[in-house]
T-cell receptor
Framework: DAKTTQPTSMDCAEGRAANLPCNHS???????VYWYRQIHSQGPQYIIH???NNETNEMASLIITEDRKSSTLILPHATLRDTAVYYC????????????FGGGTRLMVKP | EADIYQTPRYLVIGTGKKITLECSQT?????MYWYQQDPGMELHLIHY???????EKGDLSSESTVSRIRTEHFPLTLESARPSHTSQYLC????????????FGAGSRLTVL
């Protein structure tokens, strides 16, 4: 599996965009980028995933660089409720895979 | 809204007791998982199941056992609880449409005295 590198923590002002980076320089061609978040010891919540094209849903946008070696999760208007640990995971999308959660980025949204 | 339910949410129990943490999902998902997480630490996969009568151990060794007799139900059992089992246990499931899109339950926080 491709290893991911994320900053340990980040701050963001409420109402501003939160941009969470993830490096995955050893990603292979059939590996997807997945993002989850975990709010204060609740179960992790799936946010978004993508292969090579940028993706957007009601929660966030995912920007993947052309060489696919890094990606950015964007929360366009962060709220206090977005304070959480955000996990970037790279995996092949098949039934044999078990997700492994690393340390993630602890995002603190401040008023 | 998540359709995966864990009970109990909180359990405080004495050493040596047998406990079962329940996990049920109403989404018809084939794959189910148990993760263990200590406060402020990473999640670790301890058990998973591809379907009925299928169970496998995960990355982290655990003294717990699991069973999958029905698609919707994936209980975790500790035959003799010890203080080292104190942790949060999170159940998840995923369907055929997205093997890596997991839906998690709210978790069961176990404290063994």
């Amino acid at each position: 599996d491709a290893k991911t590198t994320q900053p340990t923590s980040m701050d963001c002002a409420e109402g501003r965009a939160a941009n969470l980076p993830c490096n995955h320089s050893t990603i292979s061609g059939n590996e997807y980028v997945y993002w989850y978040r975990q709010i204060h010891s609740q179960g992790p919540q799936y946010i978004i995933h993508g292969l090579k094209n940028n993706e957007t849903n009601e929660m966030a946008s995912l920007i993947i660089t052309e060489d696919r070696k890094s990606s950015t999760l964007i929360l366009p208007h962060a709220t206090l409720r977005d304070t959480a640990v955000y996990y970037c995971i790279v995996r092949v999308n098949n039934a044999g895979n078990m997700l492994t959660f690393g340390g993630g980025t602890r995002l603190m949204v401040k008023p | 809204e998540a359709d995966i339910y864990q009970t109990p949410r909180y359990l405080v129990i004495g050493t040596g007791k047998k406990i079962t943490l329940e996990c049920s999902q109403t989404m018809g998902h084939d794959k189910m998982y148990w993760y263990q997480q200590d406060p402020g630490m990473e999640l670790h996969l301890i058990h998973y199941s591809y379907g009925v009568n299928s169970t496998e151990k995960g990355d982290l060794s655990s003294e717990s056992t699991v069973s999958r007799i029905r698609t919707e139900h994936f209980p975790l059992t500790l035959e003799s609880a010890r203080p080292s089992h104190t942790s949060q246990y999170l159940c998840a499931s995923s369907g055929a449409g997205g093997a890596n899109v997991l839906t998690f339950g709210a978790g069961s926080r176990l404290t063994v005295l």
